[in-house]
């Protein structure tokens, strides 16, 4: 054999065996079966709010009038929409996974009113800052109140009234 037939020899060879393993690796991905879902790894939650949020919530409930409703852990993805084109998914992103605490709503249309939130410690740190930078400029671009109050464990009337009454 000549040095050309050798180089043809080792180019179907070479192509060949590469041939084989990314045929066998197509198969292995075809082949492989999916994991099992363990519904044991889910549980019933005793509430949806914690116990501050609790809190607060039973004071608002006596403070907003009966032409509002609350709604809680509201999606901004549920709140806002978001014209489809350049920047879409991007811009869906940076909202589908951020809810607010609470969005009062019109009872009767179900529009928004008010969102709020409660600031714990972790709002102190420097990627919840920027979170909410970016949550307090979406609300004031759309013309939507968003009353921050602190996080605690108990709230009087006149606490959440103080800031929810001059926007309603």
Do not use: W
């Not at 197509?26 to 949020?53: C, G, M, Q, V």
């Not at 809680?72 to 993805?77: C, D, G, I, N, Q």
């Amino acid at each position: 054999m000549d040095s050309e037939s050798n180089l043809v020899f080792f180019f179907i060879i070479g192509g060949t065996i590469i041939l084989y393993i990314i045929l066998s690796l197509l198969n292995k991905a075809k082949t492989k079966k999916p994991s099992s879902i363990n519904f044991n790894d889910y549980h019933l939650k005793e509430s949806l709010l914690t116990k501050n949020e609790m809190e607060f919530y039973k004071t608002l409930k006596k403070v907003i009038n009966e032409d509002l409703i609350i709604l809680s852990m509201v999606r901004l993805a549920d709140i806002f929409s978001i014209e489809k084109g350049k920047g879409y998914q991007a811009s869906l992103n940076r909202i589908n996974s951020r809810h607010v605490d609470f969005l009062l709503c019109h009872n009767s249309t179900l529009r928004p009113v008010a969102a709020i939130e409660l600031d714990d410690k972790s709002h102190q740190r420097s990627d919840r800052i920027k979170r909410d930078e970016f949550v307090n400029q979406l609300f004031t671009n759309a013309g939507l109140p968003l009353l921050r109050y602190p996080s605690k464990s108990y709230y009087t009337q006149d606490d959440v009234s103080s800031k929810l009454n001059p926007i309603l």
